[in-house]
Nanobody, 120 residues
Framework: QVQLMESGGGLVQAGGSLRLSCAASGSMWSVNSMGWYRQAPGKQRELVAT???????NYADAVKGRLTISRGNAKNTVSLQMNNLKPEDTAVYYCNAYVRTWSFETFDAWGQGTLVTVSS
């Protein structure tokens, strides 16, 4: 069983910064791509940013230049540095990892989510 543990959410004023972190643990062969998604009240979950095991990144247009995704040296951790936050960034942020098991099955693992609230 694979678990993703997120941390770092909270309340911040517009223009402020937060850093989200996520660590994958459990029985797995490898963690391939990792990423962050978010879901605002009344809206569908959307991609924020992803990063492959090789370091290739992809960002939603709405966050380019303000949010930066990075992987840890252990490759099973991912962080999201969020700068110049806007009220429209308010959402529950979910960590995602594309995991390969010891039997070489692959699946998407999800964290429980961490709330980010940006006040105007």
């Amino acid at each position: 069983q694979v678990q993703l543990m997120e941390s770092g959410g909270g309340l911040v004023q517009a223009g402020g910064s937060l850093r989200l972190s996520c660590a994958a643990s459990g029985s797995m062969w490898s963690v391939n791509s990792m990423g962050w998604y978010r879901q605002a009240p009344g809206k569908q979950r959307e991609l924020v940013a992803t990063i492959t095991s090789g370091g290739t990144t992809n960002y939603a247009d709405a966050v380019k230049g303000r949010l930066t995704i990075s992987r840890g040296n252990a490759k099973n951790t991912v962080s999201l540095q969020m700068n110049n936050l806007k009220p429209e960034d308010t959402a529950v942020y979910y960590c995602n990892a594309y995991v390969r098991t010891w039997s070489f099955e692959t699946f998407d693992a999800w964290g429980q989510g961490t709330l980010v609230t940006v006040s105007s």
